[in-house]
């Protein structure tokens, strides 16, 4: 959705309540009190839902990311047009000057929200098929005083460790011969530090097992394949980061180019939040307009709440239409 598109859509907060009740009714409740999916009722006087089973009211707000929050829908959703109008995102402080906002950690809480309902609509999806997988250094804010006393260089105390995979789909051309890759969805995640433990927890939570793992020889790497049906290992050199392992080295250069250019530099307390949306936005990269709307739905879906529905019920009711592999997320 453009910019001419949202004010022709969305002049009031009336048409954001619409909107919102809309796209719930068809998404489905979540009762917190039957601890499932239930019909319920819209009462259009106060402007609630009300269960059919236990009687509770939810406010249009219940079970959303926008809960508890005392900014309007109007401000909700021109938040969610901005954080997906570009690829690149917007720095927290012109984020704050175009919503209008007075203070600056009103803008700075409303972004990081935004951007870890990303991070919990991605993780609902695992990378299939053959799978790259590698670490990324990245620099972090710390204290001058405290950076002279830090070693330089990888392992260094000011860099942040992230583990990279990338879905690798082989392709040949059926006139040349030529074999290459197309890249498929991403997952991204801080660690603490790289250790077997580390790679296995973020292999088994990120990558299905019936995938086909691509690393180097690093001996952290050990195991991984009691994970996956294959582990490859490849010697970790310039043709390997443009063959094997190519698609993971192009995100972690982006990724870096992204965080400098926009951000300059970010905490460690909020990392995973960035990466969230970094990651989010290039598993949607060729989504443009409709990007608005995936956010809609990611902002509603009751992830914290445990439900007695199927993944698949809900993903078909989000998505009510076919879609083509790489564009239903």
Same mark, same amino acid.
């Given at each position: 959705?453009? %910019? ?11 048409? =954001?309540e619409? @909107?919102?009740?809309?796209?719930? #009714?068809k998404?489905? %409740?979540? =009762? ?10 819209w ?7 009300? =269960?059919?089973?236990?009687?509770? !009211? ?13 900014l309007?829908?109007?401000?909700? @959703? ?8 570009t690829?690149?995102?917007f720095?927290?402080? #012109? ?5 209008g906002?007075?203070r600056?950690?009103? +803008?700075?809480?409303l972004?990081?929200?935004? !951007?870890?309902?990303?991070?919990? !609509? ?9 799978? *790259? ?7 972090? +804010?710390?204290?001058?005083? /405290?950076?002279?006393?830090?070693k $330089? ?7 942040a ?7 690798? %789909?082989?392709?040949?051309?059926a006139?040349?011969? %030529? ?10 995640? #801080?660690?603490? *530090?790289?250790?077997?433990e580390? /790679?296995?927890?973020f292999? +088994? ?11 180097d ?7 991984? *394949?009691?994970?996956? #049906? ?11 980061? *443009? ?21 300059h530099?970010?905490?460690?307390? &909020? ?7 970094? /990651? &989010?936005?290039?598993? $949607? ?5 409709k990007?608005?709307? !995936?956010?809609? /739905? +990611?902002?509603? &879906? ?18 009510p ?9």
């Amino acid at each position: 959705m453009n %910019i001419f598109e949202f004010i022709n859509h969305f002049p009031d907060e009336e048409s =954001c309540e619409r @909107f919102l009740k809309t796209y719930r #009714e068809k998404t489905g %409740i979540y =009762c917190k009190t039957c601890k499932f999916m239930t019909r319920h009722y819209w009462f259009s006087g106060r402007k609630f839902f009300e =269960c059919s089973k236990c009687r509770r !009211r939810s406010s249009l707000k219940s079970g959303t990311v926008m809960e508890s929050s005392n900014l309007s829908l109007h401000t909700w @959703f021109a938040a969610f047009l901005l954080m997906s109008a570009t690829k690149k995102g917007f720095s927290c402080l #012109e984020f704050q000057r175009q919503l209008g906002l007075k203070r600056y950690e009103t +803008a700075f809480n409303l972004m990081h929200k935004i !951007r870890s309902v990303m991070g919990k !609509r991605d993780d609902l999806y695992f990378l299939k098929g053959m799978v *790259e997988y590698d670490e990324a250094y990245v620099r972090k +804010a710390t204290r001058h005083e /405290v950076q002279k006393r830090l070693k $330089r260089g990888k392992g260094s105390q000011n860099h942040a460790v992230v583990a990279v995979a990338s879905e690798s %789909i082989p392709l040949e051309d059926a006139d040349s011969g %030529i074999k290459s890759r197309h890249c498929g969805f991403f997952k991204m995640r #801080e660690l603490q *530090e790289v250790t077997k433990e580390s /790679v296995l927890q973020f292999v +088994a939570d990120a990558v299905s097992p019936k995938s086909v793992l691509f690393t180097d020889k690093n001996t952290a790497y050990y195991n991984l *394949e009691r994970l996956v #049906e294959e582990h490859v290992k490849v010697k970790s050199s310039p043709d390997s980061t *443009e063959g094997d392992l190519n698609w993971v080295n192009v995100a972690i250069s982006n990724l870096k180019k992204n965080l400098l250019g926009i951000y300059h530099m970010v905490s460690e307390k &909020y990392l995973q939040n960035y990466l969230d949306e970094f /990651v &989010y936005k290039l598993n $949607r990269r060729y989504f443009g307009e409709k990007l608005f709307n !995936r956010l809609i /739905v +990611a902002s509603i &879906y009751p992830y914290v709440q445990h439900y007695e529905l199927s993944d698949f019920f809900i993903f078909q009711t989000c998505n009510p239409l076919p879609l083509q592999h790489g564009k239903h997320r």
